[in-house]
Nanobody, 121 residues
Framework: QVQLVESGGGLVQAGGSLRLSCAASGSFFSINAMGWYRQAPGKQREPVAV???????NYADSVKGRFTISRDNAKNAVTLQMNSLKPEDTAVYYC???????????????WGQGTQVTVSS
């Protein structure tokens, strides 16, 4: 049983900042990567930022220079610092973990419940 628990999200004005956090708990062997995805109304879910256990990062072009993903492997946690927010950042943000459960030999995708981020113009 693996769970990803998110915190953060909310309503901010354009140009403001928010900080999202996610922590994994349960029985697992390792976490290969964690990241954040988002889904805006009428759009497909898209990756925002991903970080591997080794610290390699990837960002969507739309958030480069504004968002920063960081990790705490000891706590099995990931944080997304979002600065200079724009109305087009409005979406439900989902934490994702590529987790190797204790009873499997390969990673499996786990998801948080999602948290709403709304940026007003």
């Amino acid at each position: 049983q693996v769970q990803l628990v998110e915190s953060g999200g909310g309503l901010v004005q354009a140009g403001g900042s928010l900080r999202l956090s996610c922590a994994a708990s349960g029985s697992f062997f390792s976490i290969n990567a964690m990241g954040w995805y988002r889904q805006a109304p009428g759009k497909q879910r898209e990756p925002v930022a991903v970080i591997t256990s080794g610290g390699n990062t990837n960002y969507a072009d739309s958030v480069k220079g504004r968002f920063t993903i960081s990790r705490d492997n000891a706590k099995n946690a990931v944080t997304l610092q979002m600065n200079s927010l724009k109305p087009e950042d409005t979406a439900v943000y989902y934490c994702n973990g590529k987790v190797v459960p204790s009873d499997l030999a390969i990673p499996y995708d786990y998801w948080g419940q999602g948290t709403q981020v709304t940026v007003s113009s």
